[in-house]
Antibody, heavy 118, light 107 residues
Framework: QVQLVQSGTAVKKPGDSVRLSCKAS????????IHWVRQVPGQGPEWMGFINADGGNTRYGPRFQGRVTMAMDTSTNTVYMDVSGLRSEDTAMYYC???????????WGQGTVVAVSS | DIQMTQSPSSLSASVGDRVTITCQASQDIDIFLNWYVQRPGKAPELLIY???SLEAGVPSRFSGSGSGTDFTFTISSLQPEDFATYYCQQYDKSPPSFGGGTKVEIK
């Protein structure tokens, strides 16, 4: 079945960087985009950006431009997101989700907790 | 950025009740609106896309309507598994944006 499986919990200090991964299976990887969405507890989700699995072009949300980098490995159908300059406000659940350039998110990963604390 | 405002932020209802949630966009988004449900500890799940189209496999008790700036999401007969948080999301303009959520609780 169609699945997105994400990496495990990350505990970081302010100023650190983190790399999250999202492994896709059960569908043609290059036919979709992978978007990243984060959710602070008690708040609505927030879109961070996407990578087009057909070619690798990316687009990042204005709040994350310069701090987020998305990449992929087509040999393993895995997408990576690096977030640099972590601060306590980045503590959240991070989801990868499948869509197209039109942001209709039909499949979601299980989420990765990123906790940032000194 | 387009702001999405949901109301109410929470509601209490009983099994079998009809429940309606509204979502207002800060500018015209045509029909480019989705609805998701999020159960505790789980990722969101797509229920409705393009304002009124039911995602495959989603029960017909869920429905959506609206266009422009005002949208409505309805559960015709609330079931036990429907007690959760619901989000609207626009994708007419980048960045895509979500509402603050509506928590549906048991009365």
């Amino acid at each position: 079945q169609v699945q997105l499986v994400q990496s495990g919990t990350a505990v970081k200090k302010p100023g650190d960087s983190v790399r999250l991964s999202c492994k896709a299976s059960g569908y043609t990887f290059s036919s979709y985009y992978i978007h990243w969405v984060r959710q602070v507890p008690g708040q609505g989700p927030e879109w961070m950006g996407f990578i087009n699995a057909d070619g690798g072009n990316t687009r990042y949300g204005p709040r994350f431009q310069g701090r987020v980098t998305m990449a992929m490995d087509t040999s393993t159908n895995t997408v990576y997101m690096d977030v640099s300059g972590l601060r306590s406000e980045d503590t959240a659940m991070y989801y990868c989700t499948r869509g197209l350039v039109s942001a209709i998110f039909d499949v979601w990963g299980q989420g990765t907790v990123v906790a940032v604390s000194s | 950025d387009i702001q999405m405002t949901q109301s109410p932020s929470s509601l209490s209802a009983s099994v079998g009740d009809r429940v309606t949630i509204t979502c207002q966009a800060s500018q015209d988004i045509d029909i480019f609106l989705n609805w998701y449900v999020q159960r505790p500890g789980k990722a969101p799940e797509l229920l409705i896309y393009d304002a009124s189209s039911l995602e495959a496999g989603v029960p017909s008790r869920f429905s959506g309507s609206g266009s422009g700036t005002d949208f409505t999401f309805t559960i015709s007969s609330l079931q036990p598994e429907d007690f959760a948080t619901y989000y609207c999301q626009q994708y007419d303009k980048s960045p895509p944006s979500f509402g603050g959520g509506t928590k549906v609780e048991i009365k």
